[in-house]
């Protein structure tokens, strides 16, 4: 949420709690991902880079593609124009994520599980930060199973370094949204948790899978 809009629902409570319920309701009837690919418009109409960078990592998050990302922007243009979807596109591509990758030409894979071989050294109860195939994760080797979690701020897909580790807390360095490395839970300032990725031993090798 922006500061103005944090002040505005400090200093007109009920009338900003009428507005967020008003606009909680609207989508009840939509499913997730149309839902989000409307936000993902809006804050394209609105031209605010803030809200597009956080609206489009939710719309991944849960479950978007990049394509579909791209065929509504381009559905929008009769609303949107070209110079606000050439001016979305650059934010995205600022973005550097991997699920626009096929604009600069990357071969597109059908999701698979990728080897983590650097997850051995990782001794019982520590997190680490990998790259792997095009992504970074950071992996936490728990006493009952493996957690592997995006490196990517669920708030503005800042990609979080190793450095922002500090005991069992990750910070991010943009805003500071902090979360637990362990669980990926959202622990100060933010409201979403970082995205986790399915993980397996395979042949006693740990696998993530995208
Ligand atoms: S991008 Fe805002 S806290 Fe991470």
Redesign the pocket.
């Known amino acids: 949420m922006s500061d103005a809009l944090k002040f505005l629902v400090q200093a007109r409570p009920e009338a900003m709690g009428h507005y967020f319920s008003f606009l909680k309701d609207c989508g009840t009837r939509l499913d997730p991902k149309t839902r989000n690919l409307i936000s993902v418009i809006t804050k394209v109409h609105a031209q605010t880079e803030r809200g597009l960078?956080q609206y489009l990592v939710r719309a991944l998050r849960e479950g978007c593609s990049g394509e579909e990302i791209l065929d509504a922007l381009l559905m929008a243009f009769p609303a949107l124009g070209l110079a606000k979807i050439v001016w979305a596109v650059d934010v995205i591509l600022a973005m550097e994520l991997p699920e626009f990758a096929f604009a600069a030409g990357a071969v597109q894979v059908q999701p698979h599980w990728h080897d983590l071989p650097d997850a051995a050294g990782i001794p019982e109860g520590a997190t680490r930060r990998i790259e792997c195939d095009g992504r970074a994760v950071f992996v936490h080797h728990g006493a009952q199973r493996w957690r592997v979690f995006d490196s990517r701020?669920p708030?503005?897909?800042?990609d979080?370094p190793q450095l922002a580790l500090e005991g069992g807390t990750l910070t991010?360095?943009?805003?500071?949204?902090q979360f637990d490395a362990a669980s990926g839970a959202c622990t100060a300032?933010?409201d979403q948790p970082l995205r986790e990725w399915d993980c397996r031993l395979h042949e006693g090798r740990l696998q993530v899978f995208w």
Do not use: Y
């Open positions: 960078r701020c708030h503005q897909s800042t979080i991010c360095p943009r805003h500071g949204w300032h933010g």
